[in-house]
């Protein structure tokens, strides 16, 4: 987190990354058929996924003491990384805005 002020105007940003190993265990055989992969075995269909997710908050601190809140405007916005186990040199990336 960080906040920074010029005058009455104060922005902070906050970010928390947040990491999930997504263990793809086949769970469709028929009953009776062994399955493909044992469970925590590394398969080639899993995944790590990281994600960080960022909030920014501006506020006008001109607003005081007349009004209850003083933010102008908030963003969120994620960046979000599918990395998969067998091959990590290819991981799949997105940046996107999150509505409000």
């Given amino acids: 987190m960080d906040t920074v002020n ?3 105007i104060v922005k902070t940003i906050e970010a928390q990354k947040e ?3 997504c263990d793809e265990d086949d769970t469709t055989t028929p ?3 062994p399955p493909s992969s044992l469970p925590d075995d590394a398969d080639s269909d899993d995944r790590l996924v990281s994600i960080v997710l960022f909030t920014e908050i501006w506020e006008n601190l001109n607003l005081l003491p007349t009004n209850s809140t003083t933010i102008v405007q908030k963003k969120f916005e994620s960046f979000r990384c599918v990395i998969q ?4 040199t290819s991981p ?3 940046f996107q805005n999150i509505l409000d």
Avoid: D, E
């Fill in 85 to 88: 186990i067998t091959s990590p």
């Fill in 92 to 94: 799949r990336c997105l």
């Fill in 19 to 21: 990491l999930f190993l």
């Fill in 6 to 8: 010029s005058g009455k």
């Fill in 31 to 33: 009953p009776g058929t």
